[in-house]
């Protein structure tokens, strides 16, 4: 059995404080995310939101993406 693991890029950049991580590309956390051994990732603030421009960078390190997070209010 194979299993894939993801990661999300909050460890590279972070969506509610820009400022922590403003010097880290989307291609470096890719690139370190792959190094380390993941093969999915979720999607980041900074991945580029053209779904064909994201598989070609995702695509030469073997990654896919794994999920994707909103904010969101809920309504009873």
């Known amino acids: 059995m194979t299993i894939n693991l993801g990661i999300c890029p909050i460890g ?3 969506d509610d404080l820009p400022e922590l991580g ?3 590309t989307f291609q470096q956390a890719l690139s370190e995310m792959a190094l380390a051994g ?3 990732t979720e999607i ?3 991945y580029p939101k053209n779904p064909v421009e994201l598989h ?3 695509e030469p390190r073997g990654m ?3 999920s ?3 904010s969101a209010f809920l309504t009873t």
Request: aromatic share 20%.
């Open 56 to 58: 070609s960078h995702l």
């Open 64 to 66: 896919s993406i794994a």
């Open 68 to 70: 994707g997070w909103f």
């Open 38 to 40: 993941f093969t999915g």
């Open 44 to 46: 980041g603030n900074k």
């Open 22 to 24: 403003a010097e880290n």
């Open 12 to 14: 590279w950049t972070n």
